[in-house]
């Protein structure tokens, strides 16, 4: 079976119906849901998400980028001190980098005020955490590969008919 | 005054386009879901768009050389090099047109005197009999069949070779069909044009959207390879087709020759597509790629639906067009897709636009979303039942 093909189509619509991600593939049903099965147990695939516009509800949201500098343990490495950062509910996404900080969380609270409490209560007092700096999120343009503000792009104006 | 009577005999003779006729009667429809395009749905790769944008903004606003640009010349031999196996120099084998289109229309100017035959396929695309008709050749059909699964067998290709023959017009990856040539299919091929000394036009502007075997360019053949002309362009792989750019690959001899034609008629083709087309080629396989796995999904998706509702379809290996056999429905392929626009405002397009031989079929393309795909397939069902019904 294609699996990278499955798992681009799923990417692209987590809600696809068997049927069609079945016919899709030219696999069978019952191959497709074994295969699907197999890919959630080995954690290929990790769930099935929406993407959603917060923006455009009226659900207060802010965003922060926040660097974390971090130094490393013996034995550990980075591991544990991120495994202490990442378990915060308020974290996101969380990423070790190269350069010249350690981390990058993604972290979302309901305001600036909360963030960056989060931040100076809890984050930065992690053992290990050596310096924080916070970047809240003024405007959200892309998402997961996803164009989140208007954008004419995908409208497309082909004629109706074509050779 | 009748101007009708002005017009030049070979323009009268050629008969108006069966898309155009279709694609008036979809047009003066409204909320018609469309499956008859012939291209892609994707918009231009955006680094592609940016460096054409950054080519005008720095003022690369000229004609370039007749032959085009000798990056964007050197950029397509290495592509052709290393996609297809295929050697070409740039400066003796190549040049850029404005779209396959230009290609196909200059490859044919070049070899053909009045009277000499031209072979074609049929159903084949819409714009190789006029093509022939125009330069004053005589257009040959093989018509190819659906057993074979639109492939050219060597059987048809020798009955139709006769002394008057001057070359042999193929598309692979089909429009309309979806037909794919393997290498060993052109293999059985390949003696009888090293045989006969026929040129081949080989269109192969569909190679990038292969779906199971490797595109095999039959100027691969070495003891061949100097009776072929290549056409291909960026309409299709690279999602360009509003960009005018092709490009035709051959000998230097007829290299030459085309490129005469060339330069008077069209100079050279446009700068910010060019330069736009030098990105493509170097650093946007990767989203040619995803394109053509797209595509693949849709097709597995359609050939399943069509064969499901009971129109038999073969599963083509390449281009972005499935087409089903309607003609279980009792209907010619006019009345079925005139009954079907009218009925479920879903157009595709007869398989007749492209020639006698595609009578039974219909070219439905699938350069569309899968959801659209569903939501149009769905209607063509209800249709299809309702026809049955009525025949029963
Ligand atoms: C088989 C074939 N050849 C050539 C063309 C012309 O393409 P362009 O002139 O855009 O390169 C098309 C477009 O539909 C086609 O389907």
């Known amino acids: ?163 | 005054m009748d101007y009708n009577e002005i017009l030049s005999d070979r323009v009268k003779t050629i008969k108006p386009s069966g898309i155009r006729k279709f694609f008036d009667l979809a047009s003066q429809m409204e909320d018609v879901i469309s499956l008859g395009v012939g291209e892609p749905d994707f918009t231009t790769p955006w680094a592609i768009r940016e460096a054409a944008i950054y080519s005008i903004e720095k003022g690369r606003t000229f004609y370039t050389a007749n032959q085009g640009l000798q990056e964007l010349r050197e950029e397509i031999c290495r592509y052709y090099q290393r996609r297809f196996h295929v050697d070409y120099n740039p400066k003796d084998n190549c040049i850029v047109t404005v779209g396959g289109s230009e290609g196909i229309d200059i490859a044919i100017r070049a070899i053909l005197n009045p009277g000499e035959e031209m072979i074609v396929l049929d159903p084949g695309y819409v714009a190789y009999t006029p093509g022939v008709e125009l330069a004053g050749g005589i257009p040959v059909t093989i018509n190819l069949r659906q057993e074979d699964e639109f492939k050219l067998t060597p059987e048809l290709l020798k009955a139709a070779i006769t002394p008057n023959t001057k070359a042999l017009l193929i598309n692979y990856p089909s429009n309309p069909t979806g037909g794919f040539m393997t290498k060993s299919d052109y293999e059985k091929i390949v003696p009888i044009i090293k045989e006969s000394g026929i040129i081949v036009i080989s269109d192969e502007i569909y190679a990038e959207l292969s779906y199971e075997e490797e595109f095999c360019s039959i100027a691969s053949f070495d003891e061949i390879k100097d009776q072929v002309i290549v056409v291909s362009g960026f309409s299709k792989a690279f999602a360009m087709t509003g960009w005018r750019l092709g490009y035709v690959l051959a000998n230097p001899v007829l290299t030459k020759a085309m490129n005469k034609i060339h330069q008077y008629i069209i100079m050279s083709a446009p700068s910010s597509a060019q330069y736009g087309a030098i990105e493509g080629l170097r650093h946007c396989y990767d989203e040619v790629l995803k394109m053509r796995d797209s595509y693949k999904a849709r097709r597995n998706f359609l050939v399943k639906t069509f064969n499901d509702m009971g129109l038999e379809t073969f599963k083509p290996q390449g281009a972005f067009y499935v087409f089903p056999c309607i003609r279980s429905t009792g209907l010619t392929s006019d009345e079925f897709c005139e009954k079907l626009l009218e009925d479920q405002k879903v157009a595709c397009v007869p398989g007749t636009a492209f020639g006698p031989a595609g009578e039974g079929f219909i070219r439905v393309s699938y350069a569309y979303s899968l959801e659209e795909l569903k939501v149009a397939t769905e209607k063509i069902k209800i249709f299809v039942d309702k026809c049955r019904g009525n025949h029963d």
């Open chain 1, 1 to 163: 079976m294609d699996e990278k093909l499955m798992l681009s189509l799923l990417q692209k619509n987590a809600r696809m119906k068997i049927t069609d991600l079945a016919a899709a593939l030219d696999e069978s049903k019952d191959d497709v849901i074994e295969k699907l099965t197999e890919l959630e147990k080995k954690k290929v695939i990790c769930g099935y998400h929406t993407i959603v516009n917060w923006d455009l509800t009226n659900t207060e949201i802010v965003t922060a980028l926040i660097q974390v500098n971090a130094s490393p343990e013996r034995e550990y490495g980075y591991d544990r001190i991120a495994s202490h950062i990442y378990k915060f509910d308020e974290v996101d996404t969380m990423y070790l980098l190269s350069g010249s900080f350690e981390f990058v969380c993604i972290v979302k609270g309901k305001t600036m005020q909360e963030v960056a409490h989060f931040v100076a209560s809890k984050l930065a007092c992690v053992d290990g955490v050596t310096g924080t700096s916070t970047y809240f999120v003024l405007k959200q343009y892309k998402n997961d590969g996803v164009i989140l503000i208007e954008d004419e792009d995908g409208k497309n104006d082909r004629l109706v008919v074509t050779p």
